[in-house]
Structures are given as structure tokens and as C-alpha cells.
């Protein structure tokens, strides 16, 4: 008797890739943040690159563009602390050259602001606008849950990419359930804050029900952002 084998159905098209790249933190610097030399991984004439970030920022300064190897990224979703401050964002641009590149974060605040990123590149998406977006943010001060919640459908051969901020605080470890966590960036001081970052891949149509959580530590408010392609 032979073996069956199990098909998958993307609807008659290949499913998406995604692969992070890289994180990277600037200082408390005026004017825009510039990371040079991102690797951006293997060039192909349909490869976007999505960026988490976080920032210092307000509502009334916030992150006015981002370019990504020189091109225009639109920004996806943004989710906001309770006082109009630290977002959380992703933003996606298509990028087909090139192995690496600089990545711009321009904003019309006059002094010196934090920024922290995570790098993502993928493949064989049918569009950059998202499927979904869900944002979350957790800041109950004593009683505080220590846990932000996203949840996002995502088809077949399609995938999430979702961003976590610790408001301010220290903590000893991140822990990711319904996602893969693929970086986190500790602050390098209390009042800096981190970012952690996390993605799934989708075989079959599916809700991604996401929860980020900062353990122990003077860990206070989080942020969540999650954003799902095809």
C-alpha cells in the first residue's frame, strides 16, 4: 500500500516568508535616528522589510516618516501608553536591492529622544497592507496585569509580526505564548524601556492570540502591536 500524502493549499500561490534580521537601540539623540548597515538579507524583486520600533516620543512629536534603504515604509499599526507617549509601531516598504542599508526614523521633536528596532524581510506577499492589526496596552499602575493581549487572523501562507514595549522598569525575562519570540532588547537604563519582538508562520487559515509578558523586576506598563500579510 502506498503512502498518502498531505497537500496544502495556499490558493494557488506560494505562501509567504519572513525572517528576522536583526534589533539594534540608539541613544537619547536629537534629530533623526539613522541606523546604518542593516543587513536587509538576500536582495529579490519582491522582498519588503518590515520594522518594529519603539520610541521616547509623544503624540505631539511623534515618528513623522520612516525610510528604509532610501524608500518611503508606511507605517502599519501604532499603539500608545496611557499618557500619549512611548508607541510601539511597524512599518513595511518594499526593498528589492541590496544586502544592506540605512534605516531613517524622522520626527519633529526639538530635543533628545530613544529608539529601538527590530528587522524583519519577507518574501512573496500579495500586498504590505496588512490582513489585520491589534493593539494592546496594560498600565493599571499596582494592580497592573503585567501582560499585554493581541489577537489577528491570519490566512494561509501568511504570517504575523508583533512588538512588545516595557514601559519603563527593569525585568529578568520576556515570555511570548501564540508567537515566536525573535528578539529582546533590554534597556540600557530603567527609564529607556525594551523591546521584544515575536512572529508566526500561518499553514492554514488561523487567530493568532498573542501575549507578551515581562517578568519580575520594577517592570511598569506595557505596549503591544501586532500586524498580519498575505
Known amino acids: ?17 519572513r525572517t528576522f534580521l536583526t534589533s539594534d537601540r540608539k541613544p537619547s539623540t536629537s534629530g533623526t535616528h539613522t541606523y546604518t548597515g542593516v543587513s536587509f538579507g538576500a536582495a529579490s524583486s519582491d522582498r519588503c522589510i518590515i520594522v518594529s520600533l519603539t520610541s521616547s516620543l509623544t503624540t505631539a512629536t511623534p515618528v513623522t516618516s520612516v525610510t528604509i534603504g532610501g524608500v518611503s515604509a508606511t507605517r502599519c499599526a501604532i499603539s500608545w501608553y496611557f499618557n500619549n507617549t512611548l508607541p510601539v509601531e511597524i512599518w513595511i516598504a518594499q526593498v528589492p536591492t541590496g544586502t544592506s542599508g540605512n534605516i531613517a526614523i524622522t520626527t519633529s521633536a526639538g530635543g533628545g529622544w530613544t529608539s529601538v528596532i527590530g528587522v524583519y524581510a519577507a518574501t512573496r506577499l500579495k500586498s504590505i497592507v496588512p490582513v489585520a492589526t491589534s493593539v494592546d496596552q496594560d498600565f493599571n499602575g499596582s494592580t497592573w496585569n503585567q501582560v499585554v493581549n493581541t489577537s489577528v487572523f491570519v490566512p494561509a501562507g501568511g504570517f ?13 525575562s520576556v515570555a511570548w505564548t501564540g508567537a515566536t519570540q525573535d528578539f529582546a532588547l533590554a534597556q540600557v537604563t530603567a527609564s529607556e524601556g525594551a523591546l521584544s519582538g515575536a512572529s508566526l508562520l500561518a499553514i492554514a487559515n488561523t487567530t493568532a492570540n498573542i501575549s507578551t509578558t515581562f517578568n519580575a523586576g520594577t517592570a511598569i506598563g506595557l505596549i503591544g502591536a501586532t500586524v498580519s500579510f498575505r
Do not use: K
Open 160 to 172: 504575523a509580526v508583533s512588538a512588545a514595549r516595557l514601559g519603563s522598569g527593569t525585568y529578568s
Open 1 to 17: 500500500m502506498s503512502a498518502r500524502r498531505r497537500s496544502i493549499s495556499y490558493g494557488g500561490s506560494l505562501p509567504a516568508t
